[in-house]
């Protein structure tokens, strides 16, 4: 039995209670904290200044004004401090989207 909520839907006795969000692309449980690109919009968007309009899993740099090499920088340091993760040097460099860096911060956090 399914139960609408808005845009959520509720799917009881299902493991873990998992809670689909219509409007966002992952998904997060009630036992744990899961990060989606919408929980570091606000720090990229205090970084370059301004309000990111199309935010998603495939937003990267080039398709956001104001976010250069120095800005990055700061992006990473700032998430490294609100997430309490460290970024290994050599995944930074593979990082091709926001999708990415949230699944490496996702990541950092479970170990």
Known sequence: MRRNCGNLRVLPKHPQNIIYHSNLESIRTMN???LVPQDVQSVLEDVV???IADF???TNATVVEGWDSLNNVRFLLRLEQEFNV???VDRIGKLKNIGDLVDLINELRTK
């Open 56 to 58: 998603s899993a495939t």
């Open 86 to 88: 460290s970024f290994p």
């Open 32 to 34: 744990s904290s899961v």
């Open 49 to 51: 200044d301004h309000p």
